[in-house]
């Protein structure tokens, strides 16, 4: 019986005395130049956007607080004081009816003081970013 010839040598050494060739290292990528960097800070880490974030938070905060809160009280004194809820106003108009009557109107306000507080303080910081922007961009396409 005869074993056919092979057509590579193994790679590892038969005998201790053979020295092993070592494993082919593949080639290195190219490593990618890092673009310049820009001249003035990016948009992003802008303070006037963290003004903005800031002030979006606390409008959100204060109309959600204002209409949470009210209809939480209005709850807690119908569960906790069904004695003062019950009181007459006037005619048959018991206290805790007015106070459910009047969450309509307390929810007309905190949406009219988040609409003026938006056009006040928030719109006028977005239009400046947004022109900051407009800049930054025409900027980059001159370059």
């Not at 673009?35 to 956007?49: F, I, N, Q, S, V």
């Not at 009181?87 to 106070?99: D, W």
Request: net charge positive; hydrophobic share 40%.
């Amino acid at each position: 019986m005869t074993h056919p010839p092979h057509d590579s040598s193994p790679s590892y050494a038969t005998y201790p005395w053979q020295p092993v060739a070592p494993p082919p290292t593949p080639p290195t990528p190219p490593t990618p130049s890092a673009p310049p960097a820009p001249r003035h800070p990016a948009l992003g880490h802008h303070r006037d956007l963290r003004v903005l974030r800031t002030a979006y938070r606390r409008q959100r905060r204060v109309a959600t607080l204002t209409a949470l809160g009210y209809f939480t009280l209005f709850l807690l004194l119908s569960a906790c004081a069904p004695s003062f809820m019950n009181g007459m106003v006037s005619g048959g108009l018991t206290t805790g009816l007015l106070l459910g009557l009047v969450q309509l109107p307390v929810m007309c306000v905190a949406i009219a003081l988040y609409e003026f507080t938006a056009r006040r303080r928030l719109d006028q910081l977005a239009a400046r970013l947004r022109k900051l922007a407009e800049l930054e961009a025409n900027r980059g396409q001159l370059r």
